[in-house]
């Protein structure tokens, strides 16, 4: 058998013999009849069922709001002065030539002990002369004392008739020798009030807050010898603003707690408020109280764990007045304008708008807005919106809330 050979001419003479329309015609029927197909197949199907999510329940934490018996204490800071402050100066000029064994930088004394002594010698000298003369002066009144008597015996004696004269009865030189005499013992008076003076004492129980004079050292009449403070009690200067006024009975003397860190522990002590300044500051438009710590020092028992020394910066909170018709509540529950959310009905977010009679750093004090028993949200959400859905996952009773 003879093997076909096939003409590639002529095969692509025979292709070109094929109508043009009739090759562009073929595939564009079986592209549209494939896209017929496939919408017909996708109409076919059923349409998938449409579905509305449940919106997503929050879990917050609350907190029933309960009437609560709240003290409206009130805070503030000051620093320990002492009630007395004094300079010691010397009233004569002398070389010191004595000083107390407490007579240092913070040395205690008490009342009337002698703190310095100044040389007396020439005080003493002084002294002396003015004895010597109140003695002369003295003697010359008795001895006029004694010729007035004379004359007015010599006259009567001698029956004048009339009325004696002053000079007569020599009262001009009895006068004279009684003012004598007076200036003498008042030149002495001033003499031992000197020789008094050389000898400083305490004027009361205190500490030594600096010593400027010291033994041996010169001083005239008016050097400033120490700096000393009484020590029988302590006060603080408090500021209070006219907000916080309301919530004091200062006419009680309401007692006080200070507290300072030191040394890395709390201290603690107790006082009273004693007074006012009666006017408030002109510029910080604060009223200031003063509260008094008795015996700061323990220096008659011992009365507290740590002294409470002056110049010490403590925190104070002043007892205030008692209301029992008040909402304690966490600072973090308060937004702006004074707005909490509650959780009402159903669990849902409820925006309450709350009257505050004060609010501190960790509370607020509810007197209006929110009635007892109100489960009040402490969750801080994000953008929360009034009905939203919420769980709650925890509760605090009001009891754990005390400040």
């Known amino acids: 058998m003879k093997p076909v050979v096939t003409d590639p001419t002529s095969t692509f003479q025979t292709f070109n013999k094929i109508p043009l329309t009739k090759t562009l015609t073929i595939p564009a029927i079986i592209v549209a009849v494939a896209a017929a197909a496939a919408i017909w197949m996708v109409m076919q199907q059923p349409a998938p069922a449409q579905r509305h999510p449940e919106p997503p329940i929050l879990l917050v934490n609350a907190v029933a709001a309960q009437l609560s018996d709240v003290d409206l204490d009130v805070l503030a800071q000051g620093a320990v002065k002492p009630r007395t402050e004094t300079t010691l100066v010397s009233e004569v000029s002398g070389q010191v030539i004595e000083v107390s064994p407490s007579f240092v930088s913070g040395g205690f004394f008490n009342k009337g002990d002698v703190l310095v002594r100044i040389d007396p010698r020439n005080y003493q000298a002084e002294l002396r002369r003015a004895e010597a003369g109140v003695d002369a002066a003295r003697s010359a009144y008795v001895q006029e004392k ?8 010599d006259w009567e004696k001698l029956r004048r008739e009339g009325t004696p004269t002053s000079l007569a009865l020599r009262e001009p030189q009895l006068e004279a020798a009684r003012s004598s005499l007076k200036s003498a013992e008042a030149d002495l008076a ?3 009030g000197d020789m008094a003076r050389t000898v ?3 004027p009361y129980d205190g500490m030594i807050r600096n010593k400027i004079a ?4 010169f001083v005239g009449s008016g050097t400033q010898i120490a700096q000393i403070f009484a020590v029988d009690h302590a006060e603080v200067r408090l500021p209070l603003s006219d907000r916080e006024l309301p919530f004091l ?5 309401p007692d006080v707690v200070l507290t300072a ?8 002590w107790s006082g009273t408020i004693v007074r006012t300044e009666g006017v408030f500051d002109d510029r910080s438009r604060v009223l200031h109280v003063v509260a008094r710590v008795v015996d700061p020092y323990n220096r008659t028992g011992h009365r507290w764990d740590y002294p409470l020394r002056v110049g010490t910066f403590v925190n104070a909170r002043i007892q205030g007045i008692r209301r029992d018709d008040l909402i304690l ?11 909490v959310w509650t959780i009402g009905e159903e669990n849902r977010l409820v925006p ?5 009679l004060r609010k501190d750093e960790r509370y607020i004090y509810v007197a209006a807005g929110i009635e007892p028993n109100t489960q009040v949200c402490l969750t801080n959400l994000d953008n929360p919106l009034p009905g939203t859905v919420v769980k709650v996952i925890g509760e605090e009773p009001v009891a754990g809330l005390e400040p």
């Open 146 to 153: 004694g010729l007035a008597e004379y004359a007015q015996a």
């Open 190 to 192: 001033k003499r031992q």
């Open 200 to 202: 400083i004492r305490a």
């Open 214 to 217: 010291d033994l041996g050292q």
């Open 249 to 253: 009975d200062l006419e009680s003397q």
């Open 261 to 268: 860190e030191i040394g890395g522990q709390t201290r603690q």
């Open 329 to 339: 509540l966490p600072r973090s529950v308060l937004k702006q304008d004074d707005m």
């Open 352 to 356: 309450r708008q709350v009257e505050l």
